[in-house]
């Protein structure tokens, strides 16, 4: 009898939380997102027309969405890999102060950060001339351009991207990597072969913790894009706030939700392969 | 025994639990239900005075919008105690905090908030307003200046008293951008990428009406979507660099912008910092509207509030927050107190515009119903292109 009510009992306090802070208020947007009339009068009537107006409406801030999160996933995963890889096997006693100095920017908020690239960015900053000497602001300026809301996420989620291939590369068993250098790989066959395919779960976790909040943000569209350079989630936020067309908010956010989940599915089928979780290796 | 007694007490705290859940569950139904508590437009009710004002009461105003003495003062007059906070930062933002209160018949503890006349408007015809006594607000009846008496959407001034008006026009860089006069200016391709306008449909787009020669007072859907047309071409030129609330600030110190569509009370507090920041008149003219006193319904000790909105139709109480604020006060025979006690402020055009400065202006235009929709979505469009 207590064996089997126990699990029932410890999963009971998440399964409430889940259900009261995701499930009813996912039925209470379903609900809204089918909502019809205007402002003030807004009432539920299988309005479905919410959904392709969404689509066909927003469809370009979607693919920028995605094509922004996307890269900076990429860029996020270049810079974030070495650094993985020196903080784990070449930081010595180094090691706590390097992985501290990754975190350490989570002590002041997200909105500060991003501010503090806006006057790092701004028309009149050094960095800003220096770029422009280099033929790299087309258009004179930075700020308000897709490049600095891409270097804004892409620094943003860098610790997500960082700690967990930290932690999968820091579980690598050393020996694997000597008897690879034993069966004379060389130093990059080692590392394609044996090191990549073992931290490939830290890769995975890490570009899905860096790629799902990338595309719904809108802090750094917000202050570093221009009208030009909206992200799904400036219309999400602008709909519900400036506009107050809830169904319309509420369908879009069912739609990226719907889509994130798809791309996540279709990533994780690939990266989730044998080869890549290190079947190979071991 | 022991073997007995744990199963039950399990079986008691899951049962709590689900409880919990159930309650919840019915909790939200009930928020969601609700179409219940108030009346439809038309019928408002008149807010019932009691003999005298006492207790406390709850002032929900926009951030820096009052000075640091007239709250202890006004709780010292009439020995009530105030709890004012700053939580209106925009319209529509508000009206979605209190959307779903105000529809259940209450106001979430305030007496008394300040919206801008539209937004006043549109609750009122969802009946979340009250009427005014106005036994209780003779210096409101007296001290109102004649221009805000009779607004189109509250004639007789039932349910709003403004709090304090304001000009939209353009606000310039002078060293940066000398030349910029008009609202046609802000198109010329000398200050591409430099040029910013307000996120604010009602703001931005009559505006750029007036560039293109339509009188925003009465215009069609289809004259506001040619304005609309025009601001998404030069969006989409990079004429515009980016859409913003009052974060024009920033742009304006910093020289990332250097000609806006801006207020006329940011200018003052923009230019006090920057003697380069200045405020323009645009030769089109410019678009007015005020900020009101409003008292929702459910709203807890309205006897209170009609003694603010009476104290502060006091001149000398105005005068006092005048001088902090740096609108345009819409109460008479504040100009005087304020030539004696801060002759700047009291000559600034700004604060105490004249019939002349004003000449071109236009009570801020809104739209409503499908119209409104339609025109929200195509200048949000542009806004998050």
């Known amino acids: 009898m207590r064996r089997r009510v126990v699990p029932y009992f410890l999963l009971g ?33 299988w309005h479905w027309a919410n959904y392709s107006d969404a689509l066909s409406l927003y469809d370009t801030q979607f693919i ?20 993985a890889y020196t903080i784990a096997f070449k930081a010595g006693r180094w090691r706590n102060l390097f992985l501290f ?28 001339s220096v770029l422009d000497t280099l033929g790299l602001a087309p258009e004179g300026h930075v700020l308000a351009t897709g490049g600095a809301v891409i270097a804004g996420l892409t620094y943003n989620f860098l610790p997500f991207m960082v700690l967990p291939i930290y932690a999968s590369l820091e579980r690598i068993d050393v020996r694997l990597i000597e008897a690879g250098k034993d069966l004379y790989a060389s130093a990059s066959q080692t590392f394609f072969r ?17 790629f799902i909040p990338a595309s719904g943000d809108y802090v750094n569209a917000q202050f570093l894009g221009s009208a030009s350079n909206q992200m799904i989630g400036n219309v999400i936020q602008s709909l519900y706030l400036k506009q107050s067309d809830y169904p319309a908010a509420a369908a879009l956010s069912f739609v990226l939700m719907a889509a994130i989940l798809i791309l996540v599915l279709i990533y994780i089928r690939f990266a989730g392969s044998e080869s890549l979780m290190g079947e190979e290796a071991v | 025994m022991v073997s007995e007694k744990h199963p039950r007490r399990i079986t008691a705290l899951l049962a709590v639990a689900v409880a919990a859940v159930a309650l919840a569950f019915g909790l939200a139904a009930c928020g969601g239900g609700g179409d219940s508590g108030i009346n439809g437009g038309g019928e408002t009710e008149e807010v019932k005075l009691e003999k005298k004002a006492t207790g406390d009461i709850t002032i929900s105003n926009w951030p820096l919008y009052i000075d640091k003495q007239t709250v202890p003062d ?17 319209n529509e933002e508000f009206f979605a905090k209190m959307d779903p209160l105000l529809k259940q018949g209450e106001s979430g503890g305030r007496s008394l908030f300040v919206v801008t006349d539209w937004m006043a408007n549109k609750m009122h015809e969802l009946g979340y307003l009250q009427n005014f006594d106005k036994s209780a607000l003779p210096n409101f009846e007296k001290n109102l200046v004649a221009n805000l008496k009779e607004p189109s959407y509250d004639p007789k001034r039932e349910f709003s008293a403004p709090w304090q008006s304001g000009m939209t026009g353009i606000i310039v860089r002078k060293d940066l951008a000398p030349d910029v006069k008009s609202i046609c200016d802000l198109f010329d391709p000398k200050y591409k990428g ?70 006329s009370g940011d200018a003052v507090q923009l230019q006090a910092d920057n003697p380069n920041i200045e405020w323009r008149m645009p030769t089109e003219g410019c678009i007015l509207w005020s900020d009101n006193m409003v008292i929702p319904v459910g709203a807890p000790n309205p006897t209170a509030a009609e003694e603010w909105i009476n104290y502060v139709y006091e001149p000398k109480n105005e005068a006092q927050i005048e001088a902090y604020v740096n609108y345009v006060s819409p109460v008479e025979n504040v100009k005087p107190i304020l030539l004696k006690e801060e002759p700047e402020v009291a000559k600034n055009q700004l604060i105490f515009p004249s019939k002349s400065f004003t000449k071109n202006c236009t009570i801020q235009p809104s739209p409503t119903g499908e119209e409104e929709q339609n025109l929200n979505r195509a200048f949000n469009a542009v806004v998050n292109g």
Not at chain 1, 106 to 119: D, G, K, P, V
């Open chain 1, 64 to 83: 920028r969405s995605f094509v922004y999160a996307g890269l900076a996933t990429l860029f996020a995963l270049l810079l974030a890999y070495p650094l």
């Open chain 1, 13 to 45: 306090p998440g399964a409430a939380w889940l259900l009261l802070f995701f499930v009813v208020p996912l039925y209470y947007l379903a609900e809204l997102s089918l909502n019809g009339g205007v402002f003030g009068s807004y009432e539920f009537d």
């Open chain 2, 194 to 263: 430099k040029v910013e306008m307000l996120n604010e449909l009602r703001d931005t787009v009559p505006l750029v009406m007036k560039c293109l020669g339509i009188d925003p007072e009465g215009a069609s859907e289809g004259d506001w979507m040619k304005a609309i047309d025009k601001i998404k071409e030069a969006t989409e030129s990079g004429q515009i660099r980016r859409f913003t609330g009052n974060d024009y600030g920033a742009d304006l110190t910093s020289g990332n912008a250097v000609a806006v569509i801006g207020w």
């Open chain 1, 101 to 128: 100095a990754v975190v350490a920017p989570f002590f002041t908020t997200y909105l500060i950060r991003t501010l503090a690239w806006e006057t790092i960015l701004s028309d009149q900053s050094p960095v800003v």
């Open chain 1, 194 to 210: 044996v090191t990549l395919p073992l931290s490939a779960p830290g890769v995975v976790a890490g570009t899905l913790l860096t």
């Open chain 2, 74 to 90: 006004f709780e010292k007059e009439t020995g009530l105690s105030v709890k004012y906070i700053e939580d209106v930062n925009a």
